[in-house]
């Protein structure tokens, strides 16, 4: 743990200083409500102060349940959630595209609602014109300046704080920057960096990179980083697992990362924010940069600012 306790190092996303390792929420609303409210309160209580959420995770539930473990916590702890979709319990998958101004205004109320709070810091906007997920289609197909006007409109109300994107690519993220954009959510690991000019955008502007799926997923197109021999080999030399080498890498990559990986379990929590403090030599991240596989597009750049973080 570092010595100002914020796992991960210090970090910021927009106004705010978050510890670079924050926490997903998205699987705390299932299984026992017990078990999860102790989750988070350990997260806390480890210095963890960015919790990433939505109101259609588990329709509501994870709100809830973020409410009922920190409303009485000490510690500041910044909010980050999302709209654009609505959950549709009882479907497959359990949500909906809702990406219309009047969705997206709906979506921050049912946040302040489910918790409790008077203003969510902030909101990302996911976009539905790239994937992974659900492409837009219809009347769903809704012009980017179009819910930027809402989502400024929530902000100018002080309903929320900053404004966020997410599953963006380079044009969009351009396009969207004169509103203030503070942070930015893509599919993006190791061993997926098809959105490598997305990164270069935000180290351009200072606006926070923050991963999903760095790990990789179960999901066709996403490979999981564990499991590449490389990594593999790099974990056994430091006496890591390979999903802290994975996320050690993501952190070293570029200085405006911010991770959020998930998890049920307080031991694989804590294992998630000890890979805050693991160190790798330059030998081992030219290793990992070099994995058969991976894009490398804009890495030149990338590396710049590293040295420079340095």
């Keep these: 743990m570092p010595e100002d306790g914020r796992p991960g190092g210090p970090g910021q996303i927009g106004a705010h200083a978050v510890a670079r390792i924050g926490y997903g929420a998205m699987s705390v609303g299932q299984g026992p409500a017990e078990g999860a409210i102790e989750l988070l309160r350990r997260a806390a209580e480890l210095g963890v102060n960015h919790l990433d959420t939505a109101s259609f995770y588990d329709d509501g539930e994870v709100n809830r349940r973020i409410r009922l473990a920190l409303n009485s916590y000490p510690r500041e702890v910044v909010i980050v959630s999302k709209v ?7 479907r497959t998958p359990p949500l909906a595209l809702a990406q219309k101004p009047e969705d997206l205004r709906a979506a921050v109320e049912r946040d302040l609602e489910q918790l409790a709070i008077e203003h969510v810091p902030v909101v990302n906007l996911r976009r ?3 994937g992974p997920g659900v492409i837009a289609e219809g009347d769903q197909v809704v012009d980017l300046d179009d819910q930027l ?14 404004i966020g994107l997410s599953n963006v690519d380079a ?3 351009t396009r969207a920057l004169p509103a203030g954009v503070v942070c930015v959510q893509n599919a993006y690991s190791l061993l997926d960096r098809r959105r490598e000019d997305v990164l270069q955008v935000c180290l351009n502007h200072g606006v926070a990179w923050v991963p999903f799926f760095p790990l990789g997923s179960a999901f066709p197109g996403f490979p999981k980083v ?3 021999p490389v990594v593999q080999r790099v974990a056994a030399d430091v006496g890591a697992t390979p999903a802290q080498v994975g996320l050690a890498w993501l952190l070293a990559h570029a200085p405006n990362t911010l991770l959020i990986p998930g998890t049920r379990s307080v031991d694989h929590l804590e294992d998630n924010l000890a890979a805050g403090t693991l160190s790798l030599s330059a030998e081992h991240l030219a290793q990992l940069d070099a994995v058969p596989g991976a894009d490398l597009a804009g890495r030149d750049g990338v590396e710049a600012f590293r040295t420079a973080d340095e």
């Design 149 to 162: 006007a809402e989502m400024i409109a929530l902000r100018d109300e002080g309903k929320i704080g900053e």
């Design 171 to 173: 044009a969009t993220l």
């Design 226 to 228: 564990a499991d590449d």
């Design 84 to 90: 654009g979709a609505v959950s549709t319990p009882g």
């Design 128 to 130: 539905a014109d790239i």
